[in-house]
């Protein structure tokens, strides 16, 4: 497993604080969101127990975050969340998020090798400069949810906006079939 592939690790000291094992210095949740939205795993340990404490603090970040007026997730999302551990088989609901958050990412980096390969524009100097810039852009845009993105003339943006309309609605049929599916297990 190369460096980047492996999860950062972050210690939790007795006294609360966070400490990156990689820079040797304390971090902050939001400095833990950030290096989450570039796309890198985390792992956070407690120091004294080992006892791995990734969920509750990427918990703790989507609470701080709801908390500022960011809405991260919809009501009757979180209203979802809450009654699936409720009801018996509940424990689907896991596995049921994290494929459609796979489909979801797979969707995108199909949609991004797509562009790349039929953007004419591809071939130009500096072309590579622009499509970094666009990506860092949409990236800090959707909060690091995309994953990418090559961008080039009015035309193409129109029809990849366009065809990702198309994707979005394809996206959200299948996961109302699923939530069906869900719904007629209970």
Known sequence: ????????????????????????????LEDIAGFIRDGREVQI??????????????????????????????????????????????????????????????????????????NPMAQMPGFEA??????AFLKAMTGGLSGGWSGGSAEAEASESSESGEDLDAIKKQLSDLQEKLSKLK
């Open 1 to 28: 497993m190369s460096e980047s592939e492996k999860p950062l690790l972050i210690k939790r000291y007795a006294s609360r604080r966070l400490y990156n094992t990689e820079t040797s210095d304390y971090v902050t």
């Open 45 to 118: 340990v407690d120091l004294k127990t080992g006892d791995d404490l990734t969920r509750q603090y990427l918990l703790q970040i989507i609470a701080e975050h709801e908390s500022r007026g960011e809405n991260v997730l919809p009501v009757n999302v979180l209203n979802d969340l809450v009654r699936s551990y409720m009801v018996p088989g509940g424990g689907m609901m896991p596995q049921f998020l994290q494929s459609s958050f796979d489909m979801l990412r797979e969707s995108q980096s199909k949609m991004m090798e797509n562009m790349t390969a039929m």
């Open 130 to 135: 622009m499509k970094a810039q666009q990506e």
